[in-house]
């Protein structure tokens, strides 16, 4: 059974799976690499595009594991390993507005709220002297709420927002849904095509892209939620169709997306602030 999935490597490894019983290589317009820890999936034409459901860009997944386990060590270079490849995908050396999306009071969905809260603003201080004397960058924060909460469309305010400050980039952080427990929690993906929100479990608000807001859109997304009939082993016709559409989350998933949440802030910080210490960022 097809589960959906908001990670680019898991539909990819799926229809390759199908796709080698018939074929050798890559089907044309994609293209996968791995090194380490992290992997790539780059869709070329619409060929590509078609056969994965996924627009034409770039994605990287970043394996980072229990994060929220790990010492000290690992969490600097997996976060150094994330700033890397936002840096390698777009210019970072105008203004950068990064948002965070999702609901604050749902775990599971707070991934962008409790991410910029780790990310140093500096806009509004950017014609100082101070600001001068800092050499920090120039990086503009906004968590914009959901629908229910604001009554105004999350996409209406990042273009307000942008229209405003006119940012070189614009780095969009928000939980996505996953179809493999491996994947739940464990990894984070990063691409240049943008996001729709709410679309990995039915719920899409629209493209956030560069054709819509204006400026170029870096998306990253963590997995926390899967789909409960992901879940069942040698289930019964009935139970998947009870179950499926019915998203949960780990039982430690405060302590995930907290950690997860820092972890792309300060990967933000770093590519804002590449002169600030993740010893520095803990104090500011």
């Not at 929220?68 to 210019?91: H, P, Q, Y």
């Not at 016709?237 to 780990?250: A, S, T």
Request: with cysteine.
């Amino acid at each position: 059974m097809y589960f959906r999935s908001d990670m680019a490597k898991e539909v990819h490894d799926r229809v390759m799976k199908e796709y080698s019983k018939d074929h050798e290589g890559c089907p044309d317009g994609i293209r996968y690499t791995e090194h380490g820890r992290v992997c790539t999936v780059e869709i070329f034409n619409e060929n590509g595009a078609k056969l994965l459901g996924k627009p034409v860009g770039r994605y990287v997944t970043v394996n980072v594991g229990k994060i929220w386990e790990t010492d000290a060590d690992n969490f600097k270079k997996c976060a150094d390993t994330l700033s890397g490849v936002i840096k390698s995908m777009a210019r970072t050396d105008g203004c950068v507005l990064a948002v965070g999306l999702g609901n604050r009071y749902v775990t599971a969905d707070a991934l962008g709220p409790l991410a910029i809260k780790h990310v140093t603003a500096t806009h509004h201080i950017k014609d100082t002297d101070v600001f001068e004397k800092s050499g920090l960058g120039d990086c503009a924060a906004l968590s914009p709420g959901v629908l229910s909460q604001t009554g105004i469309d999350a996409a209406e305010q990042i273009k307000a927002a942008a229209e405003k400050i006119k940012p070189t980039i614009i780095i969009i952080i928000d939980s996505l849904a996953a179809a493999g427990i491996e994947t739940l929690s464990a990894s984070v993906q990063i691409t240049d095509t943008g996001i729709s929100p709410g679309s990995g479990v039915g719920n899409d608000r629209g493209e956030m892209s560069e054709l819509t807001l204006g400026a170029p859109v870096i998306a990253v997304g963590v997995p926390t939620v899967i789909d409960a009939a992901a879940l069942v082993k040698n289930g019964s016709d009935e139970e998947y169709k009870r179950l499926k559409g019915c998203y949960v989350c780990p039982k430690d998933s405060d302590r995930s997306v907290g950690e997860l949440a820092r972890l792309v802030g300060y990967s933000v910080n770093r590519v804002c602030h590449p002169f600030l210490t993740y010893e520095d960022m803990a104090y500011i």
